[in-house]
């Protein structure tokens, strides 16, 4: 059992480029979130996912956008990357109403 | 509406003495409540739960919540802290009576352990 895995673990982008990271649990869990968490703000909710195929904004969606094609895995989108968007970035997955199983993180980097 | 505060940004312990991290909830219905720890640089690990039941709620590592509905509180307790205990430490919500189960987390609250 892996648990949630993410990908990549760093990154780095300049302004202006576009990346995907992928968040992948085999839990089968129904619900996967991604946050955000930056010093001094705790975790931020930017979309999530309550089973394939749907997808609903969380907090801070803007400048994100996500995917939920297949029920183990969820990507989310930088189209359009700023130095704002710097952050570290987790994934979660969850049953219905279970405790939350996180990812170790991305850590982004937009210059 | 959910919400949740942690009204301690930083609790300071000396190694051996026991440890109190505050949390208080407001939810509409029954709450669900959590405590997850952070290590530095790695993600959040689930500590323990209160979905019904004993109000007393025991989980990993030694660690402890007592969920008080008169004072909406589950505050996350340790009777000798260690160095080790030293971590970042989040409690979260969810509303029992439905909607979309998404949970609502505090802030956190760093805990330092002293020698």
């Known amino acids: 059992n892996a648990g949630v895995t993410q990908t990549p673990k760093f990154r780095v982008l300049k302004t202006g480029q576009s990346m995907t990271l992928l968040c992948a649990q085999d839990?089968?869990?129904?619900?996967m979130y991604w946050y955000r968490q930056d010093p001094g703000m705790g975790l931020r909710l930017i979309h999530y996912s309550v089973g394939e195929g749907t997808t609903a904004k969380g907090e801070v969606p803007d400048g994100y956008n996500v995917s939920r094609l297949k029920k183990q895995n969820f990507l989310l989108g930088l189209e359009s990357a700023a130095p704002s968007q710097t952050s570290v970035y987790f994934c979660?997955?969850?049953?219905?109403?279970?405790?939350?199983?996180f990812g170790p993180g991305t850590r982004l980097t937009v210059l | 509406a959910q919400s949740v505060a942690q009204p301690e940004d930083q609790v300071n312990v000396a190694e051996g003495n026991p440890l109190t991290v505050k949390c208080t909830y407001s939810?509409?219905?029954?709450?669900?409540l959590f405590w997850y720890v952070q290590y530095p640089n790695r993600g959040l690990q689930f500590l323990l739960k209160y979905i019904t039941g004993d109000n007393l709620v025991k989980g990993s590592y030694g660690f402890e919540a007592e969920f008080n509905k008169s004072q909406t509180s589950f505050h996350l307790k340790k009777p000798s802290a260690l160095v080790s205990d030293s971590a970042l430490y989040f409690c979260a919500v969810r509303d029992a009576s439905g909607g979309s189960y998404i949970p609502t987390f505090g802030r956190g609250t760093s805990l330092i352990v002293h020698p």
């Open positions: 979660a997955s969850s049953r219905l109403a279970g405790e939350q199983f």
């Open positions: 839990m089968n869990h129904e619900y």
């Open positions: 939810v509409s219905g029954n709450p669900y």
